[in-house]
């Protein structure tokens, strides 16, 4: 049975970092776009960045860019995003997806992971 699993969540001072993992099982990533989304307390879930399947580009909104970074290692079947500089503002549950193109929406989804960006 397909499944994706987010961690790497947590509870990080405004300007650091945090690396948050998506990993697969029943599935290989490498064929699969992955999206992140974020939602915040009391606000939509929203897209952050898409990296298409392997030889495709990767997108990101522009509240996130130069800041968030996705990258796949196919050996793992993960995919991960890597945050610097984070805001209070980008506190909020993030979920990680699976489809087959950036464009044509999503068959899988995570359970989510927290982070909490705070003094």
């Known amino acids: 049975q397909p499944q994706l699993v987010e961690s790497g969540g947590g509870l990080v001072q405004p300007g650091g970092s945090l690396r948050l993992s998506c990993a697969a099982s029943?599935?290989?990533?490498?064929?699969?776009?992955i999206g992140w989304f974020r939602q915040a307390p009391g606000k939509k879930r929203e897209e952050l960045s898409c990296?298409?399947?392997?030889?495709?580009?990767?997108n990101y909104v522009d509240a996130v860019k130069g800041r968030f970074t996705v990258s796949r290692d196919n050996a793992k079947n993960t995919v991960y995003l890597q945050m610097n500089s984070l805001k209070p503002e980008d506190t909020g549950i993030y979920y990680c997806a699976a489809g087959r193109h950036c464009l044509f929406g999503y068959d899988y989804w995570g359970q989510g992971t927290q982070v909490t960006v705070s003094s």
């Open positions: 029943g599935f290989t990533l490498d064929y699969y776009a």
């Open positions: 990296i298409n399947s392997s030889g495709g580009g990767t």
